[in-house]
Nanobody, 127 residues
Framework: QVEPVESGGGWVQAGASLQISCTLSGRIFGTYSMGWFRQVPGKEREIAAAINWRGDNTFYADSVKGRFSISRQYAKNTVYLQMNNLKPEDTAVYYC????????????????????WGQGTQVTVSS
């Protein structure tokens, strides 16, 4: 059973930083592409950032570019999303997603691309 497990959400004031983490089974982590999505009530889930299985190719949504950073640490089977200069509009439930390996070395940005999802972690940014 592949089950991403998120941690690190919380409440912060605008301008603050927060890091959220996602851990995957060690046996497979090194071969899976990973993504961070976010969702607010009444809206569709959207990509925030993604990283390929080798960790050398990343994607950021325009809304977070320059403020968020995705990285992965293989020794800890963990992918991180470092969020800086947070804004109230970043408030959402953040979901970690994992995609089994395919040919190539790319990241994936569509909800439909991913096979496994975590339960989500709430991030609230107050003004």
């Amino acid at each position: 059973q592949v089950e991403p497990v998120e941690s690190g959400g919380g409440w912060v004031q605008a301008g603050a930083s927060l890091q959220i983490s996602c851990t995957l089974s060690g046996r497979i982590f090194g071969t899976y592409s990973m993504g961070w999505f976010r969702q607010v009530p009444g809206k569709e889930r959207e990509i925030a950032a993604a990283i390929n299985w080798r960790g050398d190719n990343t994607f950021y949504a325009d809304s977070v570019k320059g403020r968020f950073s995705i990285s992965r640490q293989y020794a800890k089977n963990t992918v991180y999303l470092q969020m800086n200069n947070l804004k109230p509009e970043d408030t959402a439930v953040y979901y970690c997603a994992a995609k089994p390996p395919e040919h190539g070395n790319r990241y994936y940005t569509g909800v439909q691309d991913y096979d496994y999802w975590g339960q989500g972690t709430q991030v609230t940014v107050s003004s």
